[in-house]
């Protein structure tokens, strides 16, 4: 991506609460490294469409979106170039957790211990971010839980 455009991106945090899934990457950049499923956006597609398609194509799983998380576009989030990505949250639905397109492994893991894990990208970030949010969603630390 050596051209100065920015590229649209989906990030999926599947999770039912206490666990996350996380693929470990094929390629660069940060091969070997574990990540949030997502891609590129498509040409034609929706950013909703992307996240779905993308959580399949590397986990196996089909997901339903329950929200957005947020937008993500650091410049320097991405070693290939400026990407904005596109942050969502969901459940699975159905399907069998597997390795596929760009995941070398797939896991679930404690999202608690994520952090001890090399993790691509900003994607450290959002997953703290998702569990402040959903501490919040839950009530918890504002006397409501």
């Known amino acids: 991506m ?16 206490t666990k996350v899934v996380l693929i470990q990457r094929k390629n660069e950049p ?12 498509d040409y034609g597609e929706t950013v909703e469409q992307a996240a779905l ?8 799983l089909d997901v339903e979106l329950e929200g957005l998380l947020g937008v993500y576009s650091g410049p320097d989030r991405d070693p290939r170039g400026h990407t904005v990505s596109v942050v969502f949250f969901a459940k699975k639905k159905k399907g069998k ?24 990208f900003d994607h450290a ?3 703290e971010d998702y569990k402040i949010i959903m501490m919040d969603i839950q009530g918890v630390g504002n006397g409501q839980g």
Do not use: H, N, Y
């Open 2 to 17: 050596a051209d100065k455009v920015t590229r649209l991106t989906v990030d999926v945090v599947v999770s039912d609460g």
């Open 30 to 41: 940060f091969q070997g490294a574990w990540a949030l499923p997502g891609g590129f956006v």
């Open 53 to 60: 398609r993308e959580v399949k194509e590397e986990t196996g």
């Open 97 to 120: 957790l597997k390795a596929g397109s760009d995941a070398s492994d797939v896991m679930e893991g404690l999202i608690a211990k994520v952090d001890k894990l090399q993790l691509a």
């Open 125 to 127: 970030i959002i997953i």
